[in-house]
């Protein structure tokens, strides 16, 4: 099965140059050097958290398991999410570990991992806020999600549908948009429905979630630099994956951090 997967992802990754010497076998240097070094942004509570100085949260979790797995040590590196995907092309780090949406268009470029999260977008809203029930009811209405991501892609061309479209603003990131919601600047905060029921859950009294969940079901997986030298890392860590899908360790950093353990496939998802 693993093999299946990477067959297809090789298959729809693209060719691109890169800075500096491509390595022949990224797994095997990362094994040699007995470390991996993986990026993300820490402000996407509940996958990625800076507290206290101190990452924490579910894809660190499940990435320390990964390098453990693979026998190395894990160096983790705090970036803004819009210089994660150019750093990885540029070669300046070896993963990604945010939570990234597959998408059609970012598998033509990257290696995706198998999902490590449920990427279907959600709405917050201020708790006590009886203006919205459903997603239609953000007609009109100022909302946010975090520019260059899948959900606020997906918020536009859901804003696009209603009768008055929403006043969709763009945030750095989920944090500033959560405080603007808390201000009362704009009325709702677009994102994937693990981070907004996350924000509903730490905060009661604050946010609320509204449901259901609005587009197309999407995941979130690691991203790889395409190509011949990173396929043998990628099946390395879908190996770890599928282990701790079996031995419960997936479903228990979910639960941890969420309460609950989404259904997450075990074979890369057909993607739009």
């Known amino acids: 099965m693993k093999s299946t997967i990477l067959g297809v992802v090789a298959a729809l990754g693209l060719s691109f140059g890169l800075s500096g010497a491509a390595q022949a076998d990224l797994l095997a240097d990362i094994k040699a050097k007995g470390k991996i070094v993986a990026a993300t942004e820490m402000h996407y509570a509940p996958f990625d958290i800076l507290k206290d100085g101190k990452y924490q949260g579910i894809c660190h979790d499940l990435f320390t398991e990964v390098a453990k797995e693979l026998g190395v040590e894990v160096e983790f590196l705090d970036l803004p999410w819009q210089s994660i995907l150019p750093g990885l092309e540029a070669g300046k780090f070896d993963i990604v570990n945010a939570p990234v949406t597959i998408t059609a268009e970012r598998m033509s470029r990257y290696s995706f991992t198998l999902p490590i999260g449920n990427a279907t977008v959600?709405?917050?809203?201020?708790?006590?806020?009886?203006?919205?029930?459903?997603p239609e009811d953000i007609a009109g209405k100022a909302v946010g999600s975090q520019k260059g991501s899948a959900q606020l892609e997906q918020l536009k061309a859901f804003s696009a549908k209603l009768d008055t479209p929403a006043d969709v603003r763009e945030y750095v990131n989920i944090d500033e948009a959560l405080a603007d919601l808390a201000a009362g600047r704009i009325q709702g905060v677009a994102n994937s429905m693990p981070l907004m029921g996350y924000a509903a859950v730490q905060r009661p009294g604050l946010f609320e979630l509204v449901t259901p969940p609005f587009g197309d079901p999407k995941y979130f997986g690691w991203v790889a630099r395409p190509g011949d030298e990173t396929a043998s890392l990628v099946e390395a860590i879908n190996a770890a994956l599928l282990k701790m899908h079996e031995?419960?360790?997936?479903?228990?950093?979910?639960?941890?951090w969420l309460g609950t353990a989404p259904e997450l496939p075990t074979e890369m998802p057909a993607v739009k």
């Open 122 to 134: 959600a709405l917050a809203k201020k708790a006590g806020d009886d203006s919205i029930t459903k």
């Open 247 to 256: 031995d419960g360790r997936i479903k228990a950093i979910n639960e941890k």
